[in-house]
């Protein structure tokens, strides 16, 4: 199977970026492959959960649980050097990469990352930093991060998870920056209580995975694309993007489903190609228009 090549990559994707104006009413989101996207706004820079190598194909080569990439690489970490805060929504590694984090911390020394408290310690021992250094969060709490203000979310992926100090391990964030309001699910079902805890943030733009669940594959399940046009939905976002498909060809899903129930809810989705931008504007009225 040949790869899926990005939108943009590499020395186009960058340009791309750097074109991308800041004028206050627009926000811009790249895709980056998996749960990993690029948020610019007003020329400061947000990645969420970004997966920018080939440690997981590497990992389980040998193994019956094979990661086999399905799409080429958009960029290489190391030419991030203007990252203002990066998160990580949980441990596993396509969220929390040492082959990206590793990269992009050496090339930004400054930049903040923001993850789940009950990680703290093992986001240190995974990627060789200071245990002090990354900002934790926890469901309900928030934190003003440069830019971008942080509200943990709890995710449940497949169950919610508490360590024994009931903190949780896999989180989504809410983001405001300006006007805006996004939400970056992290990896999670919907469970009882979410879309009440989401509906009061007059959500913007709901970032969420498509690939459902599989349990004979023994990985633990996200929203699958009807569920995931629901919840958006159901919380009143005005734009749902779609994502956690075409890394690895055993947690994939075709985007048809997503799309498929957004139209029959009339939920305003835009579906994007790896290393592609999507410029979201907010005119006074409040309604929000991609191109
Ligand atoms: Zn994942």
């Known amino acids: 199977m040949s790869l899926i090549q990005p939108l943009l990559q590499d020395e ?5 970026v750097r074109d991308a104006t800041a004028d206050e009413s627009a926000l811009h989101i790249w895709w980056l492959g998996q749960s990993g996207f690029l948020l610019q706004w007003q020329g400061r820079h947000l990645l969420f959960d970004p997966y920018l190598s080939d440690s997981l194909t590497a990992k389980y080569a040998a193994t019956d ?8 690489r958009v960029v290489a970490p190391e030419s991030l050097d203007f990252i ?11 969220h929390l990469d040492a082959e990206t984090l590793g990269p992009l911390l050496a090339v930004s020394p400054g930049m903040r990352l923001v993850i789940p408290e009950a990680n703290r310690a093992f986001v240190a021992d995974r990627l060789g930093c200071d245990a002090e250094m990354p900002i ?3 469901d309900g709490e928030s934190a003003q991060v440069d830019a971008f203000k942080f509200t943990g979310i709890a995710a449940a992926h497949e169950a919610l998870g508490t360590d024994v100090q009931s903190r949780h391990g896999f989180l989504g964030y809410v983001v405001r920056c300006g ?14 209580g979410l879309e009440e805890r989401l509906r009061p943030y007059n959500i913007d733009v709901a970032i969420l995975p498509i690939n459902g669940r599989r349990p004979e594959r023994r990985v633990a399940g996200n929203l699958r694309g009807s569920e995931a046009a629901s919840l958006a939905r159901a919380v009143n976002a005005k734009l749902a ?16 489903e997503f799309m498929a129930t957004a139209a029959e809810l009339g939920q305003p989705v835009r579906v994007l190609r790896a290393g592609e931008r999507c410029t979201v504007e907010k005119p006074v009225s409040g309604e929000v228009t991609s191109r």
């Not at 649980?65 to 080429?72: E, I, L």
């Not at 956690?244 to 985007?255: D, I, V």
């Open 179 to 192: 006007a805006w309001t996004v939400y970056h699910s992290g990896d999670t079902v919907n469970y009882s």
């Open 65 to 72: 649980k094979p990661h086999m990439r399905m799409t080429a």
């Open 241 to 256: 993007v779609p994502c956690h498909y075409e890394m690895f060809t055993f947690n994939s899903a075709p985007p048809d």
């Open 136 to 138: 934790g969060l926890d």
């Open 12 to 16: 186009a994707f960058l340009q791309d």
């Open 84 to 94: 203002d805060v990066v998160t990580s929504s949980h441990n596993h590694t396509d």
